[in-house]
């Protein structure tokens, strides 16, 4: 199975998911049609599938013109099915559903939307984690609360320590330089801000993330950990509250 990035609008990724040996083609969250039927067209691809994080515009935006094109089912959440139009495929939390030859569980992460989903490839260890979990941050709280938003991140750390966190925008330096301003003797998170430099300075994506380097790193997973606890003068408070300070404090950074 191979993952592409296609960059789309300023800083979204939809992700082409290309099963080669069953010849099932997948995108997830396409926020526009046109880089994605470029990328299909130069290698000669269908579309079958077409999966949804979540009902922003930046990420279901190309699905009516994906669909017309190629005929493609759109999947996603079914507590969200009037706000994902045209949507013909609706799965619930801890479904699984099957594309191609692989087991994709279904993980119900609200708190940015009240709908949100993450796509769990089971065999290949692939979470396609929307605006949920990103690499070195999390989504802003647009819909639910922090308890929520804490519990969702709290499920995809407990998927496989391996497992390829794909998200849906590219937004880890900026995260990175936000981490390090209140973790900043943390070694995993120096050496990983180090190669992230390079990455971007040669406008390759940071995607995946790998989840134990999230978990060691990414400074909204260690809100539950005594060390980062005393940095933000927080000892011995509840995670939730922790999570809550370090939101706050990324939404005016
Ligand atoms: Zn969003
Ligand atoms: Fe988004």
């Known amino acids: 199975m191979q993952i592409t990035p296609i960059p789309c609008l ?17 995108v997830v969250d396409p926020s526009e049609a046109s880089p994605v039927i470029d990328f299909l067209q130069q290698q000669n691809l269908r579309l079958d599938y077409i999966l949804n994080t979540h009902h922003h515009f930046d990420h279901i935006g190309g699905n009516i013109e994906l669909k017309k094109k190629y005929n493609a089912k759109i999947v996603g959440f079914n ?10 495929i609706t799965l619930n939390d801890k479904e699984e559903w099957v ?5 994709v569980k279904i993980l119900h ?9 993450c796509f769990f490839f089971k065999k290949e260890k692939i979470a396609f984690t929307g605006d949920t979990l990103f690499s070195l941050g999390c989504g802003k709280i647009f819909e639910g609360d922090h308890e929520q938003l804490l519990r969702s991140l ?18 880890t330096y900026r995260n990175a330089e936000f981490c390090m301003k209140y973790d900043e003797d943390n070694i995993s998170l120096k050496k990983r801000f180090e190669k992230i430099k390079k990455l971007r ?13 999230e978990l060691r ?7 539950d950990q005594d060390d980062l606890k005393i940095k933000l003068n927080m000892e011995n408070q509840e995670d939730y509250r922790v999570f809550r300070k370090i939101r706050d404090l990324k939404d005016s950074f």
Do not use: M, W
């Open 10 to 26: 300023t800083d979204n990724y939809a992700y082409i998911i290309n099963d080669n040996n069953f010849k099932i083609v997948g």
């Open 79 to 88: 507590g969200d099915k009037h706000r994902i139009p045209d949507i013909d």
């Open 99 to 103: 594309f191609g030859n692989s087991q």
């Open 109 to 117: 992460i609200p708190g940015h939307t009240l709908g949100h989903i």
């Open 154 to 171: 709290n499920k995809i750390k407990k998927l496989p320590g391996d497992t390829k966190i794909y998200c849906g925008h590219e937004y």
């Open 201 to 213: 300075s040669n406008n390759l994506p940071t995607i995946p993330a790998i989840l134990d380097d």
């Open 217 to 223: 790193t990414n400074i909204f997973l260690r809100c």
